[in-house]
């Protein structure tokens, strides 16, 4: 399944890095849309979509709910870039974003394992 990237909505990651604090460089928030800065970035695009299908299949707001929960317990041992960077939808992400067939292959709810 390929995504529609979107680019002119650049400041919708600015306005999400303003609000947390740091820069971003891609959000999968909308489900089955990536915005990102680079759109010839196929790892980060990728990437976000990777959590594209992680929102599907947790119908969007079970990803929200997952990751929030997930971060804030990191929180409470890591800094915040460390909390993020365990997060299990991150790992997931992470891990797979060099491959640019894994969805592909991807099994539901691979973030689980």
């Known amino acids: ?4 990237v979107v680019v002119g909505w650049v400041w919708l990651l600015d306005l999400v890095g303003r609000v947390g ?6 959000f999968g928030g909308i489900p089955l ?8 970035d ?17 119908l969007v707001v079970g990803f929200y709910l997952v990751y929030a929960a997930h971060y804030l317990y990191l ?3 890591y800094g915040h870039y460390a909390a ?7 790992v997931e ?4 974003q060099d491959d640019l ?13």
């Open 84 to 90: 993020y960077r365990r997060v299990c939808l991150e």
């Open 42 to 58: 196929r790892v980060l695009v990728n990437h976000e979509a990777i959590h594209c299908r992680q929102m599907l299949e947790t």
């Open 93 to 96: 992400a992470g891990d797979h």
């Open 21 to 26: 604090g740091f820069r971003v460089s891609g």
């Open 75 to 77: 929180r409470t041992m």
């Open 101 to 113: 067939g894994y969805l592909g292959a991807r099994r539901p709810f691979a973030w689980l394992r």
């Open 1 to 4: 399944m390929r995504l529609p």
């Open 33 to 40: 849309v990536v915005v990102v800065r680079d759109p010839g």
